[in-house]
């Protein structure tokens, strides 16, 4: 085929006709301005997030052009915006893949022009790095009760790290019962043991760390209960009790003979009878248990089976009704 078209000074072509001979049939097409080399596309490549530390290799190789192929565009990587006191350079930043390590937390971003054969230049294409850590958050757990001398496995595994970094673990007993000697089996584990040596409460904290920074502690609560546990908790309940107005119960004197049946109890567990002292706690807790296991205080008279409740203020007898089930739990 032979065809020709005008061009202008600046070397491009003009709206014109390009004439092309096809085995002797003569064709004829309108050109137009505008079909010359054009500026080739800069793709820096995805916003990245990393370790203040850490080297970030950036990949450029997806530019593109119209006539050059990308392997031969020429490359230009430069930053534009580092964090305050930074003075990272880039490495190899006339290639396709240079090379950052961010020396300071913040936000860093980097413009990459790439230009063809003939000169032009692409637009700017920008690619953000992030080198802010996200603390992790540290989860010890839920609350346990068990009996002295018996173990407790701790669960710091739903703890975790927004930037998926590894955890390290590190647990500390915070308060416990006086004279307690107890302590965890290995306080770096995210799974310890630990075994109660006396009733009370065992505060533990757990703190974790994704190499760059602390989470915030968090704690959890192992209760170890026996009998000195259930006379703390009567003792709670009678206080409870003598501090509660007269209308929250179905009889005058019935304040009063709550008390002292939680008195009798505690004279069953200073004897060591906890057998004792379990059937006639049982005893009580049936005339508080209405609100609790049938939505209301149990009535006197009415043909039930079960006893009526001396605490008719379901609010009350709820508060009561927990102490003393935690007491038979300790017991039994």
């Not at 450029?60 to 006191?85: C, E, H, K, M």
């Amino acid at each position: 085929a032979n065809g020709r078209f005008a061009v202008d000074a600046a070397g491009d072509p003009t709206p014109s006709t390009l004439t092309v001979n096809d085995g002797g049939v003569t064709r004829t097409f309108q050109l137009s301005a505008g079909c010359g080399n054009e500026p080739p596309t800069a793709v820096a490549g995805p916003d990245r997030s990393i370790h203040a530390g850490d080297t970030v290799t950036f990949d450029g190789s997806g530019s593109f052009d119209d006539q050059t192929a990308s392997v031969d565009l020429l490359y230009a990587w430069t930053i534009v915006q580092r964090p305050s006191g930074s003075v990272a350079v880039l490495l190899d930043a006339n290639t396709a893949t240079p090379r950052l390590t961010a020396d300071r937390p913040g936000a860093y971003e980097v413009e990459l022009v790439v230009t063809d054969e003939e000169g032009l230049d692409s637009t700017p294409d920008l690619v953000s790095v992030s080198s802010e850590n996200i603390a992790p958050t540290a989860d010890a757990g839920s609350d346990q009760v068990v009996d002295v001398d018996e173990k407790a496995m701790l669960d710091g595994l739903g703890s975790s790290d927004p930037d998926g970094d590894a955890l390290l673990y590190r647990w500390e007993i915070v308060s416990a019962p006086a004279g307690s000697i107890a302590a965890l089996d290995d306080e770096t584990s995210p799974m310890p043991m630990l075994t109660p040596d006396l009733e009370g409460a065992y505060v533990v904290a757990l703190v974790v760390n994704d190499g760059f920074a602390d989470s915030a502690p968090d704690e959890v609560t192992i209760t170890a209960i026996g009998p000195l546990y259930a006379k703390t908790l009567l003792g709670d309940a009678c206080d409870l009790i003598a501090a509660m107005p007269a209308s929250s119960f179905d009889a005058k004197g019935h304040r009063r003979s709550l008390c002292n049946e939680i008195s009798r109890i505690l004279k069953f567990i200073d004897r060591e009878d906890l057998n004792g002292a379990v059937a006639h706690l049982g005893g009580l807790i049936e005339r508080v248990d209405g609100c609790s296991l049938r939505s209301g205080p149990d009535p006197k008279g009415g043909g039930q089976t079960y006893a009526a409740d001396h605490i008719v203020d379901c609010d009350d007898q709820l508060d009561v009704y927990d102490l003393l089930v935690g007491a038979l739990d300790a017991l039994s």
